[in-house]
C-alpha cells in the first residue's frame, strides 16, 4: 500500500475564550483558532477529513456569540469564513472536485465540519456510530447541542434522503476501515468525536477534533469544552504511545509548523 500525502485546507477562523480551549488554566483572555479540514491522498484515493462551514453560516454565528457574550460579557466567537474556505473551492485550488473524493470522515458531528456533506455524490460517509445514534436518540437527561448546529437543515435533508446508503457507522474500537487508515472513538469533546490515524511516509499521523492545540496535548491539558476529563487522558496517553505526528485540528500553528501545508508523500 502506498502511504498517504496529508493537504491541509483553511476552512475559516474564529476567536474563543481562551476557558474553552484549556481547562481550568487560563480562565480569562481570548484564544485564536484556526478550522483545518485534510485531504488525504495515495494516488489511488481521494479521502477527505471534514467538510468545513455551510455557505449559510448565520445560524452558527449567532449560537457561538450568542453563548460567548452571556459567558464572558464580551463579543467574539464570530466564525469568519470567507468564500476561499468553502470546500468546493478549496478543493478546486487543489485541482479537485467533489465527486473525486471516494471518502468523507467527520469529526465531529457539528456544522463547521458537517456543513459541506452534501456537496460530495459519490463518496462514502464515515461519521461515529455513537454520535450518529446520539444525534437521532439524545439521551435526555445530557444537554444537547440544537440540531441545526450538529446539521445544517440542507445536510441532514440530503444525508437522510439521498446519501443514507453511503453512511459508514465506525465503532468505538480501533479499525481499519480502509488500508492506511484507523479510526477509534476518543470522545473527551463530543459523544461523536473519533481519532483517524494516517500512515505517511513521515509516519503515522493522528488527528482529532478533541485536541484543539499543540499546548492541549503537549502539557496534557483538556479542552474546557470536555464531555469526559478521563477519556482526555486516554486519549493523550495512547496517542503518545500510537501516533508519530499530531495533527490538532484547530491550532493556526498547524501552517509554522508544516509551512507547505502536506505531510508526506505519495
Known sequence: MKPYQITLLK???TR???AEVYWMERLTGWEDL???ACLISNGRRRVLLNTGFPQDISALHQHWTSWARAATGEDGHAPVVGPE???VRALASHGIDPAQITDVLITPLTAYATGGLDQFSQARLWMSRRGWIDFHAPDPEIPQLPRHIVFPPAVLNHLVL???ARIQLLPDEETDFIPGIRSWFCGGHHRSSMVFSVQTSSGRVAMTDAIFTYRNFDQRIPLGL???LEEHHRLYAKLARQADIILPLYDPLVEKHHPDLRIGTT
Do not use: K, L
Open 162 to 164: 439521498n446519501a443514507a
Open 85 to 87: 474556505n468553502w470546500i
Open 16 to 18: 474563543v475564550p481562551a
Open 226 to 228: 470536555s464531555e469526559s
Open 11 to 13: 476552512m475559516g477562523e
Open 34 to 36: 484556526t478550522f483545518w
